[in-house]
């Protein structure tokens, strides 16, 4: 199971479906993914798309802009069957000011996610919360310390991550 941070305000209570359990949440917000996703649709549609396989796709470069090859069956149908469908808003986190994103929650990531903790104030204060009620993650139970620099890595590995595959300017792709 995967799991990151996520921040969140103070009061933040994660939806629940009709049976009490948690719904699901993409990471970004609605608005982020729809704009994506409406950006790349048009680019389909003018031949082209977003190609984020190797070779020439290193960490650090952009994706290439490349030219739909229309004797590719995977390429020849519309862009929802390509890419999948248009975001919804009520399945991604909400789109909060930074300023009242206060609270540290953990996450598991492989249903999109979930909480397996409550908002805490601080990252300590979610380490001992984690150390304290027998939180497991890929390797096991951890101790607060353990807890704590692995909070301090996941937050910077979603952040060397998203600086590692940067999006390329689609915009002005379309205006080209």
């Known amino acids: 199971m995967t799991h990151e941070i996520r921040r969140v305000p103070a009061n ?5 479906n009709t049976n009490g359990g948690y719904v699901p949440l993409v990471r970004h917000s609605f608005k982020k993914l729809a704009k994506e996703w409406d950006e790349e649709a048009a680019l389909w549609e003018t031949g082209y798309y977003i190609n984020l396989a190797p070779p020439g796709n290193l960490p650090g ?6 030219k739909r090859d229309p004797s590719n069956p995977l390429m020849n149908c519309s862009f929802e ?13 909400p789109d909060w000011p930074a300023g009242e994103r206060t609270h540290w929650q953990w996450y598991e990531t492989y249903t999109e996610g979930t909480p397996l903790s409550p908002p805490m104030r601080t990252a300590e204060t979610l380490a001992h919360w984690l150390a304290n009620n027998a939180a497991t993650h890929g390797m096991g139970e951890a101790s607060y310390h353990e807890w704590l620099d692995g909070i301090r890595h996941n937050v910077q590995r979603i952040l060397r991550f998203e600086a590692m595959f940067p999006r390329p300017d689609v915009a002005a792709a379309l205006r080209a």
Do not use: A, S, Y
């Not at 933040?12 to 629940?16: A, D, I, V």
């Not at 470069?61 to 490349?66: C, D």
């Not at 069957?81 to 986190?93: I, L, N, T, W």
């Open 61 to 66: 470069e952009k994706p290439k802009i490349t």
């Open 81 to 93: 069957d390509f890419h999948g469908p248009r975001p919804k808003e009520d399945e991604c986190m």
């Open 12 to 16: 933040w209570e994660h939806p629940r």
